[in-house]
């Protein structure tokens, strides 16, 4: 796949991801104390109207795309119940998480980096800007797919 963003450019693949990148939210959003994962997760989903983010119709090809690979791993009678949520510029951002994936109850988090030399990270996945280039990508949606299944 076509990736536009400079290899070392991390705020360009969050911008090519979503449209934008956390140096354009509102630091606002990520003051305050942490109130645990959970909490946490409720306020990115109340803020999502703010991004100009629809969770169910990822609006960039890169958050698309994804969105569909994990979309086509999972149960077809309940597809619809997937949902796509951006945390970039939150406390949860701030925690490690860029992104989550919602399925039913269950919840699959990941973070966007364009580094290779990126190993600790808080998240379930991570997502390089060089997977997309490589089209590895379809196999990362797969593994949150699984997770996501996952009784």
Known sequence: MTVFCDPTDGYGFEREFCEFAFV???????CGGWHGFREEVKRVKKIQNEFN???????????????????SGLNR?????????VAIGTKLDLAGVDFFFEFGDRIATFDLT???L?????????????????DEHYDIGRSIA???SQR
């Open 24 to 30: 354009d939210v509102d630091r606002r959003l990520r």
């Open 118 to 134: 990126k190993r600790h990270f808080r998240t379930n996945f991570l997502i390089r800007r060089g997977q997309f280039v490589r």
């Open 114 to 116: 364009v580094s290779q």
């Open 53 to 71: 983010w629809d969770p169910k119709r990822p609006k960039t090809r890169l958050a698309e795309c994804l969105f569909r690979c994990v979309a």
């Open 77 to 85: 009678k309940r597809q619809e119940d997937l949902c796509l949520f």
């Open 146 to 148: 699984r997770k996501l």
